[in-house]
C-alpha cells in the first residue's frame, strides 16, 4: 500500500451500547495524534471532523441507529468515491453499519465484491431476538448479512447485502448460543483465539488475503479495540481476557498494509473514561499507523498471490 489519500471521521456514537463512555473515543484518537502519525508516513490525510446525525443525542434503540447507520454509510460512500481511504474512529460497533453499507454500495455500483475482517473478541451476529442484552453493537453482522429483525434500519430502496462467505471473525473468543448458531449456519469464516494460539496469526489471514486478491475484492477491515488483550489496552466496556498481543497485533496490521487490499477502516469501541491515562487511544494509533506503512526495518514487500477462483469458496 503506497501513500494514500486518507480521509478521518468521527463517529461519537454510543446509542448501541449500555456502558457510556464511548463517544469520546475519536476525540481521544485526535488527542493521541491519529492524523499526524499518518500525515508523517508521507500520506494525505485530511481530517472531516465528527459525523452526527440529525436526531436527538439520547435517542436510543433501533431508530437513533438507523440514523447514524444512514448518515455514516453516505459519507464513506462519498469518500470512496472520491478516491479517498475513509478511517472512521468511534464510538461503539453499531457505526459499522453505516460504514460497511457504505463500502457495499460503492463496491455494488463497481462490479467489486466487499469482503470484512472483523477483528474483535466477539461475533457480532446476534439479532433482536437471539441477543441476551439487546445491545444493538452487537448486532451488525447479523443486520447487514441480512438477518430479519432490522426493518427500517439502512437508507430506504434495494441494498446490497454483505455475503456471509465474505465475512471473516479474527480473533473470537466470545460468543452467544444464538449467534453461534448463526455463524456456524452462515458459514461465516471463523478464526478464534484457540487456532491462533495454535498456528499463529500468519497462515489464517494469509488465506484470508489470498482469497481477497483471487476476487479483486475490496477490503473493509473493522478493528474492535476488545480485540486486544485489556491488559494491553483496558479503554473498553466489554473486556474479555485472552485477546491479541502487542506484537500479534501489529503483525496482523503489517500483513494488512503489505497486502495492498485495505479499502476502508474502522477503529471501534474505544472508552476513554475507562481508559489509564491515554494508554488505549496511543496503542491503536501505533496499530493504525502500522497497517498505513509504518515499520522499524525496511524489508521486501512480500506479494500476496491470488489463488484459483474454484480454491476460494
Not at 447514524?68 to 460512500?77: D, E, I, P
Not at 474505544?270 to 498505513?292: H, I, K, Q, W
Request: include cysteine; glycine fraction near 14%.
Amino acid at each position: 500500500m503506497g501513500p494514500a489519500r486518507i480521509e478521518l471521521m468521527g463517529a461519537p456514537i454510543e446509542v448501541g451500547a449500555s456502558e457510556p463512555g464511548a463517544l469520546m473515543g475519536p476525540a481521544a484518537l485526535r488527542t493521541a495524534g491519529l492524523a499526524r502519525a499518518l500525515a508523517d508516513l508521507g500520506h494525505a490525510v485530511g481530517d472531516l471532523g465528527d459525523v452526527v446525525p440529525g436526531c436527538a443525542p439520547d435517542a436510543r434503540g433501533l431508530p437513533a441507529v438507523a440514523a447514524w447507520t444512514r448518515v455514516l454509510s453516505a459519507r464513506v460512500g462519498e469518500s470512496l468515491a472520491r478516491g479517498a481511504l475513509p478511517v472512521v474512529t468511534g464510538g461503539d460497533h453499531s457505526l459499522s453499519l453505516g460504514t460497511v453499507d457504505g463500502a457495499l454500495r460503492h463496491c455494488a455500483g463497481g462490479g467489486r465484491p466487499l469482503y470484512v475482517l472483523w477483528l474483535d473478541a466477539h461475533a457480532d451476529f446476534n439479532t433482536p431476538e437471539t441477543s441476551p442484552s439487546g445491545n444493538i453493537h452487537g448486532m451488525p453482522l447479523a443486520a447487514l448479512c441480512g438477518e430479519p429483525g432490522f426493518d427500517g434500519l439502512f437508507p430506504d430502496g434495494p441494498r446490497p447485502r454483505l455475503d456471509p462467505s465474505r465475512l471473516h471473525l479474527f480473533g473470537l473468543r466470545s460468543i452467544d448460543a444464538g449467534e453461534r448458531a448463526l455463524v456456524t449456519a452462515r458459514r461465516v469464516g471463523v478464526t478464534d483465539m484457540r487456532a491462533i494460539d495454535e498456528f499463529g496469526v500468519v497462515a489464517p489471514l494469509r488465506r484470508v488475503l489470498e482469497r481477497v486478491a483471487a476476487a479483486g475484492g475490496h477490503l473493509h477491515v473493522s478493528l474492535d479495540i476488545d480485540f486486544l488483550d485489556p491488559g494491553i489496552a483496558p479503554g473498553v466496556g466489554t473486556t474479555v481476557p485472552g485477546g491479541a498481543t502487542f506484537r500479534e497485533a501489529h503483525l496482523i496490521m503489517e500483513m494488512l498494509h503489505d497486502s495492498g487490499l485495505v479499502g476502508s477502516l474502522d477503529v471501534v469501541e474505544l472508552n476513554p473514561f475507562l481508559d489509564e491515562r491515554g494508554r488505549s487511544a496511543r496503542v491503536l494509533v501505533e496499530l493504525v499507523a502500522s497497517l498505513f506503512g509504518r515499520r522499524i526495518l525496511d524489508r521486501p514487500t512480500p506479494v500476496i498471490e491470488a489463488v484459483p477462483r474454484d480454491q476460494t469458496a
